[in-house]
């Protein structure tokens, strides 16, 4: 336990992983309420996919903005910025539905103005890391932030089920606002030395563009992204297809919706604690083989499950599986790119995590209206499975070429260490 837990002895990180623990549960509350808010406003499943739509796809398009302010600016000033705006658009969506006066054009507007926030908040959280617990235990940093992240994801949705159920979506937004504040308290009380901004000799332009060309002449990372991209895409839209087997398949409402959506985040956290537990990379790539290919089962049959215990152990199963995938990419990715790249280098991997995943949200969306959400939760898998076959046929060859760059960034750390002392 203490090897697991190993990041929190610093200050920072303990700050951060607190505040972060109460703000993600209040942000996973919202998401299950605004999900079904749409759904019982207009009792269409191809809303609810262009609901997500609105709110994601920002962050494909302005993400590379995101990751070059990222490697120019401080990252936690970026990221107080970030979370005291999300507060305000959380508030304005409380007020609104609690007035009841919120109408889907508005649901529409305040999610597109959280997806450009996050456009910037993410790719800037991402790299922070590594400021507040140093290269040392940037690993087990990366993998406790997951398991905060799908902790929440476990009490949020079970939460939000009762409070839907019981007074409504307004108390869910209301409470999301207000657990902001823990999360900004935390970033202000941190002990962070003054920033030190790098000499820029290029544009913003041709900075974001360096990004993109190390990510596509990397072959290493470009097969993580290119994974990661076809789980957002393929297999993720199963979260915006919750309320529609919730009540449609299943027929229980709002609490099955948040048991189905807990029994995820719990494998999830599981999985997050089992990479916490990890010392280094050794042997990851093969662990990201095994879970790309356990998550497609698992959506597969909980695609065709009627019975809500067998739909909740199914959903267990996919969420330890999916955060085996997305926790081991981004620390191998973190712990192969540069530091002068990894501001641009998170930003693409934000957009293929988040902003694939609305375009995966809206085609699911019309692929349930035409064809019915568990053949499309079936396609999904599928796709999913093909691309966990073709990435363990790579993995000789891509092993190879990620020992060699996680020996240069080894060498490059060494060298700012040793530039550090002779200084």
């Known amino acids: ?92 969506l409380a007020g609104l539905t609690l007035s009841h006066r919120i109408q889907i054009w508005q649901l529409f507007t305040l999610a597109t103005l959280l997806g450009i926030v996050n456009a910037f908040d993410v790719p800037a959280r991402q790299s922070f890391l590594v400021e507040m617990v140093g290269r040392e235990d940037m690993i087990n940093a990366i993998a406790l932030n997951s398991t905060m992240f799908n902790a929440a994801r476990l009490i949020g949705p079970a939460v939000a089920g009762v409070l839907v159920a019981k007074i409504g979506e307004g108390w869910c937004f209301f409470a999301n606002g207000i657990s902001y504040i823990a999360v900004i308290t935390g970033l202000l009380l941190m002990r962070i030395p003054p920033f030190e901004p790098r000499v820029q000799t290029v544009s913003a332009w041709r900075n974001i563009r360096e990004g993109f060309v190390y990510v596509a002449r990397t072959g290493p990372i470009r097969d993580l992204l290119g994974m990661l991209a076809v789980l957002s895409f393929a297999g993720l839209p199963f979260t915006v297809l919750m309320p529609i087997f919730a009540d449609a398949i299943l027929h229980r409402g709002p609490q099955a919706f948040g048991l189905l959506m ?42 065709f499950s009627r019975i809500l215990p067998l739909s909740c152990g199914l959903m267990f199963v996919a969420g330890f599986a999916m955060m085996i995938q997305v926790g081991s990419t981004n620390t191998l990715i973190q712990s192969m790119v540069p530091d002068r790249f990894r501001g641009r280098v998170m930003s693409v991997y934000s957009m293929m995590l988040i902003g694939m995943s609305p375009l995966g949200a809206m085609t699911a969306g019309v692929e349930a209206s035409h064809f019915g959400a568990p053949l499309t939760l079936a ?42 002392i002779g200084g």
């Open 1 to 92: 336990m203490t090897n697991t837990l190993r990041a929190l002895r610093h200050r920072n990180f303990q700050l951060f992983f607190a505040g972060q623990v109460i703000s993600l549960t209040g942000t996973w509350m919202d998401s299950v309420a605004q999900a079904w808010l749409v759904y019982r406003l207009t009792g269409s499943s191809v809303l609810l996919g262009l609901v997500t739509f609105a709110n994601q796809i920002p962050v494909f398009l302005i993400s590379p903005v995101g990751g070059h302010v990222a490697d120019r600016r401080s990252r936690h000033r970026v990221i107080v910025f970030t979370q005291s705006a999300s507060m305000v658009l959380a508030l304005a």
């Open 379 to 420: 396609l999904g898998a599928g796709v999913c499975l093909t691309s966990a076959i073709a990435f363990s046929l790579r993995l000789p060859r891509f092993r190879m070429a990620a020992r060699e760059l996680l020996r240069l960034a080894t060498d490059e750390r060494a060298g700012e260490e040793t530039a550090k």
């Open 262 to 303: 807990s029994s995820s985040g719990l494998g999830a956290m599981l999985g997050a604690l089992l990479l916490a537990s990890r010392a280094d990379v050794k042997g990851l790539s093969r662990w990201l083989g095994m879970a790309g290919s356990l998550f497609p089962v698992a959506l597969f049959g909980f695609a």
